[in-house]
């Protein structure tokens, strides 16, 4: 189970990751191929299920994977964006292609911490992340139970 927190390419929220744009390098050493990595699909409807339960209003949609904190471009912001993609971390896409290749289910969710839209990097702190962010770890635990 991967639980943490993103940059947001389209607006705040929670978000179960479906899929992960592979843009760092520790993916390549386990498979050579593909844009995306993918989550195991009956564990992430499983997360689904654990976020719903607890109350938690969640998006699914896909994530951009970089090597580097805060090393995003406008460029690159704006053409992921366009293509739907809704955060960005720096896990998803490598921890998806090591589960697979170690055959491990996984599945992701993440709290945006952070937009990267508009004319700058804008921080959220009118929630309670640490609050929040235990409720999304306790319903990845009952999702694992």
């Not at 921080?123 to 609050?131: A, G, I, L, Q």
Request: glycine content about 8%; some cysteine; proline content about 1%.
């Amino acid at each position: 189970m991967n639980i943490g927190c993103a940059g947001g390419l389209q607006h705040e929220g929670i978000f179960l990751c479906t899929k992960a744009l592979r843009d760092e390098g520790t993916s390549y050493h386990y498979e050579s191929h593909g844009h995306y990595a993918f989550p195991d699909k009956v564990l992430t409807k499983k997360l689904g299920n654990s976020l719903a339960k607890a109350g938690l209003d969640y998006e699914k949609g896909a994530s951009w994977t970089i090597d580097a904190v805060y090393r995003e471009t406008k460029a690159e912001i704006e053409k992921y964006k366009k293509q739907g993609i809704k955060t960005v971390e720096m896990e998803s896409s490598a921890l998806f292609v090591l589960a697979k290749s170690k055959k491990v289910k996984i599945a992701s969710a993440f709290i945006v911490s952070d937009t990267l839209y508009g004319e700058r990097k804008k921080f959220h702190r009118e929630f309670n992340f640490k609050k929040l962010f235990r409720r999304l770890f306790e319903a990845g635990v009952d999702c694992l139970s």
